[in-house]
């Protein structure tokens, strides 16, 4: 199997994976889904079209929608439907439209594509796939989940042969506690620009935050976004800072409590980070932003936060269900890994056993081996020719098959088997013999980068 | 949970799930999945967009195809990108463009959505999820896969409880050896009457044909379009219509190699059917449709046939490569029934278990309580209020959660799980406790027709 760095897009931002690199994909969503289903969350799949009305709410995107025509349409009429851009607005429109129908609290999770016709780059696609997990409730949401959703995050992505992930926790009521306690008055496009911190860098983010705010206050709220810990210290550095409200004690309290709930996960995978303020509005409390160790750079891999209205996102607005959420990006995530070449299947076949073909005449025995090996579980597939068994395990060695099986082996008839790896042969009765377990399925490899 | 039939489409065409259906859909693809991988299949999931030339290459499809163009895209510039119509076209382009990269035969399988703006009725949708599994090979492509790929879709369906399907199967050769031998010229158009024969009445379609290709020989069409057997005995029924060519005889040998390759399936799971014929003109030798008993008149749910030349589909026609395939019409088969409400998942939750909470000093204690259910592979919940029992069983059962669990549940500190269903609560030992296994994930139920 090549090892070199493949090319994924033959349509720029349109990524599209070989066999041994789809496979990745595939696992790594059903870990995914396995988590999210063993914390009880039931999956949803929303239409990948939503009405223009609908995705224009959310203001700042519009820019990035695809609209949709049937081909024969006039073209001089407006486009009435465009592709949904995340998960969260469907969402919302959906709930909004069979909340009779929903058991509260609704905890759903939605991996599917989502489309925005951004300009490609690494890490960014026109089109992607996201894995939401949201919490919904009517009422209060307890503080609860605000713990167990980075909780989820962090097992789902530790089990996984991807560089180390960090969830930086922030609180908006800090930023917005803050805030009030400073007197500045538009805290909406103070925090946008302290968003904007890692791509402005300091010294632009200080020069307009000073044209903004002023220097005196400039230069705190530039100090409260430096403070980070990975405990509850974070708490004495703010109060360092000698600026407090009842709103940013409440952000702290909350904050601790997230930090606090996950200190028993891996150190170094949760911290409170006081920069963190994700772009959107709808953020009302907690806020996550995940990094990969040496691609932070390339931005958040996973995001999320606590929304008090989820359905004054979508466009009518009767109900008020508060809910908090998180949203893995697994083609960002295998983007940045498969497109630098570290990362592939150990095969590009489920076949975990090829069943090799003596003749025409026996290929019912053939059959019956691969009927009776798939019935216990095990992937397997028959040559489809007789032809040379050197041919039949070249075939078997470029696909990464680890087992070539040889029925009527001998005069007696008996069964053998290859073990393609080890290089030995041996004697084998069909009705017990098992595959090595680390073999049974294709497996995720990392690649070392000097091996690519 | 509703027994109500739901309504499935806010939107015209683009349907959507209640939870309690979604787990339908999710686990009929899973078990999808399993036989095409059990088999040897590997997934790819091709982008959901195509240039317009390689979308239009296929003719007939062109009015139903769904363009796409960025919101501020100049209103005068065409649309160069539609979503695709199908996976084969897709698929087709796919090998073109990294043949040098996938190791042959390749057999792949491919379970997504698709999109065509056609008007929207019952088993036909705007947006539908469709699952296809091919087998491509450089050379000859041997006859072995043609009895095989019927036999995995019998395999797949008839464990879901959905109604028996009939797969009805033909070869086009049996048509095209005929129509040589009555020296039929325009034998496309010949077939496509016939492939329209359920949809215009026999009259209808006789009419047409001798208008064609007058009285006698459309009698003889007819009449080969009659012949259906469950075995191999419609061989002699073609004899005895007293019309024979080589192609005609190649055709019939095939198509008796599938339907004895099949014998030992379900009764009535496969049949010779000599009016099959599928409407694309690239099928060049076995073709086949499934049908839902008593679902007939929505049309094929399955289908699939062989092809001489994969690539010859997409722009570039460079290599030949024969091939096979099938394709599950995932939402057709689910939107019949669940459509009419005859089929639902056993709960709404993947939940098993909820863990009551006593109070929120104890909340530390209901989360072990899950933490280790879950490292046992059992999905639970922790409710996320102490409020009265009876509440929290009643919130269980609505979502169908079969077992609530109590800890701390006497003075000892004892653990005791009720099965809600059953009833009873019992003791329990947290680190033996299994649930019943026909509960441990939700499970599908066909709703009989006079409780809906």
Redesign the interface.
């Known amino acids: 199997m090549?090892k070199k760095p493949?090319s994924i897009a033959?349509?720029s931002g349109?990524?599209?994976?070989?066999?041994e690199q789809?496979?990745v994909?595939?696992q790594f969503i059903q870990r995914i889904r396995d988590y999210y289903?063993?914390?009880?969350?039931?999956?949803?799949?929303?239409?990948?079209?939503e009405?223009?009305d609908v995705l224009l709410t959310k203001g700042e995107t519009?820019?990035?929608?695809?609209?949709?025509?049937?081909?024969?349409d006039d073209?001089?009429s407006p486009?009435k439907?465009?592709?949904h851009f995340d998960l969260t607005v469907p969402f919302a429109r959906?709930v909004t439209?069979?909340e009779q129908?929903?058991?509260f609290?609704l905890?759903?999770y939605q991996i599917q594509?989502a489309?925005r016709?951004e300009r490609p780059q690494e890490g960014r696609y026109r089109?992607f796939i996201q894995a939401d997990a949201d919490v919904v409730?009517r009422g209060?949401l307890?503080l609860?989940?605000d713990i167990d959703l980075p909780g989820m995050l962090i097992d789902i992505l530790d089990g996984f042969p991807i560089p180390p992930v960090c969830v930086r926790v922030n609180n908006r009521k800090v930023m917005d506690g803050f805030f009030q306690a400073l007197e500045i008055e538009d805290s909406t496009s103070t925090m946008r620009l302290v968003d904007k911190l890692p791509k402005l860098g300091r010294e632009k983010t200080q020069q307009l935050l000073e044209e903004q705010i002023g220097a005196d206050k400039a230069r705190k709220v530039l100090k409260l976004c430096q403070i980070h810990s990975q405990d509850t210290s974070f708490v004495d550095q703010v109060k360092d800072l000698g600026v407090t409200s009842p709103v940013l004690e409440e952000g702290l309290e909350e904050l601790s409590a997230v930090i606090a709930g996950n200190q028993h996960k891996r150190s170094g995978a949760i911290c409170a980070d006081l920069s963190i303020a994700r772009g959107f509005d709808y953020y009302t409390g907690t806020v996550y932003e995940g990094f990969m160790e040496g691609f932070e750079h390339i931005g958040a891999i996973c995001s999320g936060g606590r929304y008090n209205d989820l359905v004054a996102q979508s466009s009518q607005g009767k109900l008020s269900l508060p809910g908090i959420g998180v949203s893995i990006g697994v083609t960002r995530i295998l983007g940045i890994l498969m497109g630098r070449g570290l990362l592939r299947a150990s095969r590009?076949?489920?076949?975990c056993v090829l069943v090799a073909l003596n003749d025409l005449e026996s290929?019912g025995d053939a059959?019956a081996v691969a009927t009776f090996l798939?019935s216990r579980?095990?992937?397997?597939?028959?040559f489809?020719?007789p032809k040379k068994f050197g041919e039949q395990i070249r075939?078997a060695n470029?696909?990464g098959i680890p087992y070539v099986w040889f029925y009527n082996a001998d005069e007696q008839g008996n069964h053998q088997v290859r073990n393609l790896s080890a290089g030995d042969q041996q004697q084998v009765d069909l009705a017990t013999w098992t595959p090595d377990p680390s073999l049974l399925h294709p497996t995720v490899v990392r690649v070392d980068a000097s091996e690519g």
């Open positions: 090549s493949l033959s349509l349109f990524p599209e994976w070989l066999p789809q496979i994909e595939d289903e063993l914390a009880g969350f039931t999956a949803l799949r929303s239409r990948s079209v009405p223009l519009d820019k990035e929608i695809y609209v949709l025509k049937r081909i024969h073209d001089a486009a439907f465009g592709l959906f439209e069979r129908a929903l058991v609290p905890k759903r594509s489309w016709g089109e409730c209060q307890p609860q989940y590009s076949t489920p076949s290929q059959i798939r579980r095990i992937p397997c597939e028959v489809d020719e075939y470029r696909k």
